[in-house]
């Protein structure tokens, strides 16, 4: 009986024949639902507001008539189709703003394994924009094989709404000029921005891709910088540069988080805590090619044409590994690793369902040690507290009850913080096991670890959840950023480490890292300045830049960041300029 209603279901769909005026209307408000959703999102004035739905409007409404059936331009802007879907979801995600070049680099740059941990708590939403688009595609195909057609008279009444439509626009927006006010095209206007950023985002792809080539003859001409009592006393160097994965200084035990989440590096007296350190990018792939290069906010075309602070360290003599616990990137970050005389990576992409914890890192730093006498430079790259939270960490750092939520839901926050905050005592763990290791061996050694970026765990009531928001938020911002020096190390130079005491508290970004660890290896090179070194006599607090969708830096203050996140920055004595 079931199997003869479902047949006949099928059959009354099969017959029904929407009109090309139903059509045109849907896909015009499909089309159309996108900028009215940014409208009522992005930071413009009234008159961009209205002119950013008015013109899409106009045009979307004179390209629907064309052909006297609508499907014909649904199904010919199918792509710009699967953008609007996209941009929907995002809006979901994070409240506001285009859909940037580096979302859509995200698309090219992320694992499945990793993908599929976050479609775990939003596949409702991605379902539905699918669910609509993909059905609006059947309906815009059957209006292409329908032998009706849109009336002249319909079309011509159409495009005359049109034309005053698309003179309306234009008058706001020389309203909008004549006030004073700013506009750009390429920026405030949907879809015009949403392709601009693709094409932004494929042409930086294509450089990318290019990197290797482009620096094939760069050199940093680097040399030790004299130490007398390592000229009297050679003794065996090792330094480790930890680069962490979404943790934010917010949660941190030793930033006066009220949870112990720092419950052995809490305990040590020899630790460094930097307490005003923002990052200069809230996404991954941008900012840790940052991290390991001279490129900052104020400099990224920099990095084209750049290595990686691995090649300086193997100019001044050192042996070099880098330890990755993270997905290939295919691009800056896996290019400045091969720069490595030894490459460790915890995670291949043929066990993407077992992605490894960052602990096992620690037996690899010992077996590196162990085999050999040289001085070392290492880099570790975590995988922290990346979503999913519950799956980064082991049983030994269960603290927090309960750590495992079913849905991505406001309800659901403690438990999802509960799960966050288990992560960041395994990467305390990691750590300590790091510094233990090195403390051991009573050789000179240091260690500086600071997280890519911070995280949004859904703090207050607009519920943003996750990094890489294009207007970031003070979770996203304020990160973790530590060293620690072994005594042999604070005897040979305890005027680096006094620095690093005097310099805790002053303002300091992940700009400061690049310099600040060749100061510390007594490495020189032309591309060092001593003024952003966090252990140098002669470091300034220099103004702090966030690098833009564009890859250009843009004050903190001209990022349209929320009073609120600006007054928690002023409350725990962040500067902003």
């Not at 290797?212 to 001409?221: A, G, I, Q």
């Not at 040590?268 to 990052?279: C, E, G, K, Q, S």
């Not at 200069?280 to 090619?289: D, G, L, R, W």
Request: negative net charge; charged residues 20%; contains cysteine.
């Amino acid at each position: 009986m079931g199997k003869f209603k479902f047949m006949d279901f099928l059959l009354k769909l099969k017959q029904y024949r929407p009109s090309q005026y139903t059509l045109y209307i849907l896909f015009l408000l499909l089309m159309i639902l996108p900028c009215v959703a940014l409208a009522m999102t992005e930071p413009l004035s009234l008159w961009v507001k209205m002119a950013s739905v008015l013109l899409p409007l106009s045009l979307y409404m004179l390209l629907l008539n064309l052909f006297g059936k609508p499907g014909y331009i649904f199904v010919f802007l199918f792509f710009l189709q699967l953008i609007n879907g996209y941009q929907l979801v995002l809006l979901y995600l994070f409240n506001e703003a285009v859909v940037s070049p580096d979302m859509f680099l995200t698309i090219v740059t992320s694992d499945s394994g990793e993908s599929g941990e976050l479609m775990g708590l939003i596949w409702p939403v991605v379902l539905l924009a699918c669910v609509v688009y993909f059905s609006a595609t059947v309906f815009a195909v059957i209006s292409i094989f329908s032998k009706a057609k849109l009336s002249k008279r319909w079309r011509l009444k159409s495009c005359e709404i049109s034309g005053c439509t698309a003179l309306l626009g234009i008058i706001l927006l020389f309203v909008n000029s004549s006030k004073g006010l700013s506009f750009s095209l390429n920026h405030d206007i949907y879809p015009v921005n949403a392709v601009y950023n693709l094409y932004f985002a494929g042409d930086k792809y294509v450089k990318t891709l290019h990197h290797t080539d482009n620096n094939r003859n760069f050199r940093f001409l680097a040399q030790r910088t004299p130490n007398q009592m390592l000229t009297d006393n050679p003794q065996r160097e090792v330094y480790v540069l930890m680069i962490g994965e979404t943790s934010r200084a917010a949660n941190w035990q030793l930033y006066g988080y009220n949870k112990p989440t720092n419950p052995n590096l809490s305990q040590r007296n020899d630790i460094i805590v930097f307490t005003d350190a923002l990052t200069e990018a809230n996404i991954t792939h941008k900012i840790v090619p940052m991290i390991l290069s001279f490129a900052s906010a104020d400099n990224f075309e920099d990095i084209y044409s750049s290595k990686s602070i691995v090649t300086a360290f193997k100019e001044a003599g050192f042996s070099t590994a880098f330890i990755s616990n993270q997905i290939p990137d295919k691009a800056f970050v896996d290019n400045f690793m091969n720069e490595a005389d030894t490459v460790i990576r915890l995670y291949s992409r043929e066990d993407a369902k077992l992605h490894p914890q960052d602990i096992q890192a620690v037996e690899h730093i010992d077996e590196l040690l162990d085999s050999t006498d040289d001085s070392m430079f290492i880099v570790f790259h975590s995988y922290g507290s990346h979503f999913e939270y519950s799956q980064r960490f082991e049983d030994e750092d269960i603290y927090f009850q309960p750590y495992t939520a079913s849905s991505f839901r406001i309800k659901n926050r403690p438990v999802l913080e509960n799960a966050y905050d288990n992560s960041l005592r395994h990467t305390d763990r990691v750590i300590s096991g790091i510094i233990n290791s090195l403390e051991s061996r009573n050789i000179v050694s240091s260690m500086l670890y600071l997280s890519d970026h911070g995280e949004d765990l859904m703090d207050d009531e607009r519920n943003m959840f996750l990094h890489c928001a294009p207007v970031p938020t003070y979770y996203q911002l304020h990160i973790p950023f530590i060293m620690w020096f072994s005594p042999q190390y604070i005897t040979i130079n305890p005027a680096i480490v006094n620095n690093a005491y005097n310099n805790n508290t002053k303002t300091a970004s992940s700009k400061a890292v690049f310099h600040t660890m060749l100061d510390i290896g007594m490495i020189s090179t032309p591309y060092q300045d001593p003024g952003y070194s966090l252990v140098n006599s002669e470091f300034v607090p220099f103004e702090r830049f966030f690098i833009d969708e564009h890859d250009e830096p843009a004050s903190y203050l001209d990022l349209g960041m929320k009073e609120r996140d600006l007054r928690m920055m002023r409350e725990r004595g962040i500067q902003v300029w």
